[in-house]
């Protein structure tokens, strides 16, 4: 079983609809991140949280929200997608016991935005 | 501050060649570093990390990388390439210990012909 899954793996919407990915995680770990990825920019940071009561910006939040409901969940709101949020979406965790910072990432969630 | 520059965004290689990726940084403090493989439609999966022990890391699947401060450079080789190399490669910075975000480059393409 994959240690941090992403649901749903792909999703069509329109303009203007909200949507919501969810990662959960079986790892035990107390840090989780939301990225986006974009042809030829990398991962971009969205949302992190270092606990579940520790929710901070990222470098392209506006659009955003998130929700830590438990250690092991992690939530992404788009309020009202527009297409140029259409790209792939991962999740990642992390365990603040360990000292380098080592991130685990899910498979992704593939995102269309019509 | 911290960035990261692929120097490359496509890089072609036959088969039993070697590879070579390269990466620069730019930290105001001593680095960690960390290569990332992303298969087609898969997640991102560690392959190395540079956390001070050691200049020279070896990781999964015959890959290495060497921390070279005088040149801000953390540069990915493997001596022969194989077919199932053919992946985007991730050049990643990020402060020590693990106490903050993960900065990735914008990926390299690796392409493996017969």
């Known amino acids: 079983d994959a240690d941090v899954t992403q649901t749903p793996r792909n999703r069509i919407t329109k303009t203007g609809k909200r949507i919501m990915l969810e990662c959960s995680q079986t790892k035990g770990h107390d840090r989780m991140y939301w990225y986006r990825q974009d042809p030829g920019l990398g991962l971009r940071l969205i949302y992190y949280?270092?606990?579940?009561?520790?929710?901070n910006k990222g470098e392209i939040s506006d659009g955003y929200s998130v929700s830590r409901q438990a250690q092991a969940k992690f939530s992404l709101s788009l309020e009202s997608a527009i297409p140029n949020q259409t790209a792939l979406y991962f999740c990642?965790?992390?365990?603040?016991?360990?000292?380098?910072?080592?991130?685990?990432f899910g498979p992704g969630t593939r995102l269309l935005v019509l | 501050a911290q960035s990261v520059t692929q120097l490359d965004s496509h890089v072609s290689v036959s088969e039993g060649t070697p590879v070579l990726l390269r990466c620069n940084y730019s930290s105001s403090y001593s680095p960690s570093l960390f290569w990332y493989v992303q298969h087609p439609n898969k997640g991102l999966q560690l392959l190395l990390k540079y956390t001070s022990a050691a200049t020279l890391v070896k990781g999964i699947n015959g890959f290495e990388a060497e921390f070279k401060k005088s040149e801000t450079s953390f540069h990915l080789t493997k001596p022969s390439a194989h077919m199932s190399d053919a992946a985007e490669y991730f050049c990643?910075?990020?402060?020590?210990?693990?106490?903050?975000?993960?900065?990735f480059g914008k990926g390299t393409m690796l392409l493996v012909s017969p």
């Open positions: 990642a965790t992390s365990d603040s016991r360990q000292s380098y910072g080592t991130q685990y």
């Open positions: 990643v910075v990020t402060p020590p210990r693990g106490y903050s975000t993960l900065t």
């Open positions: 949280s270092f606990d579940v009561k520790d929710i």
